[in-house]
């Protein structure tokens, strides 16, 4: 959000600060559990997320960009047979999404890539099958796993989930007009 801007993850949406929503999606949705990776600001979001039942994973690299993140979740997942990637910036992601990306996983036999669309753009979230976990671990800088996805070779299923695929709030605008409100109190570090 720029200097002295502080954290978007600690605006307000429904009455509580979006990586705590974020994480209570993810965590009343089917997925077997719920890592949570922090880096910038993470002692206030650590605070917001205290009494849920989630892992919190430090990523001392964040600075480097949205890869080290990646990986880390990635790490902290161990064995699983997918992973689906919830950027906790996304407020228009509900439960019954993350519930339909993660059903097409499984009906897939967890060996595809599964990812959110609207009307035909590529978003997210997208579940991660297990077979790229160590081309995940590879990535670096300011990336995801877009390219992965797209060389990996895997069967790509696209869900359907409307513009919720593609909000996103990396500003003050966008947080309101997502119907939002910036928190400026919790926007120091």
């Known amino acids: 959000m720029g200097p002295n801007r ?19 999606i993810a965590k009343n949705s089917d997925a077997a559990s719920v890592i949570v990776v922090v880096g910038h600001c993470q002692d206030h979001i650590r ?4 009494d849920l039942p989630v892992t919190i994973v430090a990523n001392p690299d964040y600075a480097s960009g949205m890869a080290s993140s990646l990986v880390a979740g990635i790490a902290a997942a161990g064995a699983t047979d997918g992973v689906l990637v919830m950027l906790a910036d996304m407020p228009a992601v509900t439960k019954r999404h993350v ?6 996983f499984r009906g897939a036999n967890a060996e595809s890539i599964v990812r959110a669309v609207s009307q035909g753009r590529q978003g997210n979230p997208v579940v991660l099958p297990r077979s790229l976990y160590h081309a995940v671990g590879r990535l670096q800088g300011d990336f995801g796993a877009r390219r992965l996805i797209e060389t990996s070779g895997r069967a790509v ?5 409307g513009e919720a695929a593609l909000i996103d709030v990396d500003t003050q605008e966008a947080i309101i007009q997502a119907g939002g409100m910036p928190l400026d109190s919790l926007w120091t570090d």
Request: net charge positive; proline share 3%; hydrophobic share 60%.
């Open 6 to 24: 502080g954290h978007k993850l600690l605006a307000v949406f429904d009455g509580i600060p979006l990586v705590r929503r974020s994480a209570l």
């Open 47 to 50: 605070k917001v997320l205290a």
């Open 157 to 161: 299923i696209e869900v359907e989930i």
């Open 99 to 104: 519930n339909r990306l993660i059903a097409a």
